[in-house]
């Protein structure tokens, strides 16, 4: 047993110390972090919408791997405080960039499947548009963004109609959409 240094008071004005066993303190010290962690994972259930158990496992485990990507990205000197759902949709959206889709080599005829390939952009893709008309313009131009950061000084009618950026097409909407530095 062991003293923590804390008093228990009890009726009658009469006080003693409160000791407890040398394992529960030791634990009790070393628990901080395992705490704040199951209490940052408790904001993201993911592992009860599934049935099999490798796949609870492998959603657990890969929510303690972001838990710890987020708990040492605040050590570092440079780091910018933000909170851990701001945290894991910037590693998301920097897994959805990386991404690109197989072009499996397919045999025989084509699939006559409602869900296809073609359509998986159908939320997420970027598609041109003409800019909308305002009271003041039928046909509003604006500044392509591409050709600003060139310092180009040229106006185009197209807009990206997810980003609502204007961009020429089909140059400029391209870089825009597929290079980092454009």
């Known amino acids: 047993m062991v003293d923590t ?27 901080g972090g395992v ?53 894991r949709l910037n590693i998301a959206e920097d897994m959805l960039c990386n991404l690109s889709l197989s072009n499996y080599p397919t045999h025989g005829r084509p699939s006559q499947n409602k869900w296809q390939t073609r359509l998986q952009a159908k939320h997420s893709a970027h598609f041109p548009e003409h800019i909308p008309s305002t009271n003041k313009k039928e046909h509003p131009a604006k500044r392509c963004h591409v050709c600003v950061k060139n310092n ?9 109609k997810n980003c609502l950026v204007s961009l020429h097409i089909p140059k400029c909407f391209e870089m825009f959409h597929t290079l980092e530095y454009y």
């Open 5 to 31: 240094g804390k008093i228990k008071r009890k009726k009658g004005g009469a006080e003693e110390n409160v000791s407890k066993a040398s394992c529960v303190v030791e634990y009790n010290r070393g628990i």
């Open 35 to 87: 705490d704040r962690q199951d209490q940052f994972l408790a904001c993201f259930p993911l592992t009860r919408r599934c049935v099999k158990g490798y796949k609870k496992m492998f959603f657990y485990i890969l929510n303690i791997a972001i838990y710890n990507a987020y708990d040492l990205y605040f050590k570092l000197p440079n780091s910018t405080k933000r909170s851990i759902v701001n945290f």
């Open 152 to 160: 180009i000084r040229s106006e185009t009618t197209w807009q990206c």
